[in-house]
């Protein structure tokens, strides 16, 4: 089992940026594929970015690519999201959520373990 807390939301101007944090704490020793969720006002959950355990492979939304970057710090247990460029189309509350039987980044049901989401929201 995995719990994971987020942090870093916030408000800010369109074309601003915020530095999402998710740290997560499971089995000793263990590292999770993790990834970013956001559920926007009136839309169902969308998928932002993903990561291997070991932070040598990203997967990323289209919508995002090349604005967002995620990583990961794994002394540390903390998966990162830099989101750059937002617009308000990005407000959303974000959420990490874990892997815990670890598959492919774009397998969005084999993350099953999540978190309680920050709110990021971007005015224009």
């Known amino acids: 089992q995995v719990q994971l807390v987020e942090s870093g939301g916030g408000l800010v101007h369109a074309g601003g940026s915020l530095r999402l944090s998710c740290a997560y704490s499971g089995r000793a020793f263990t590292a999770y594929n993790m990834g970013w969720f956001r559920r926007a006002p009136g839309k169902d959950r969308e998928f932002v970015a993903a990561?291997?355990?070991?932070?040598?492979?990203?997967y990323y939304a289209e919508s995002v690519k090349g604005r967002f970057t995620i990583s990961r710090d794994n002394t540390k247990n903390t998966v990162f999201l830099q989101t750059n460029s937002l617009n308000p189309t990005d407000t959303a509350i974000y959420y990490c959520?874990?892997?815990?039987?670890?598959?492919?980044?774009?397998?969005?049901?084999?993350?099953?373990?999540w978190g309680q989401g920050t709110q990021v929201t971007v005015s224009s």
């Open positions: 990561i291997t355990w070991s932070g040598s492979n990203t």
């Open positions: 959520a874990a892997q815990l039987r670890t598959a492919p980044l774009a397998d969005t049901r084999a993350f099953t373990s």
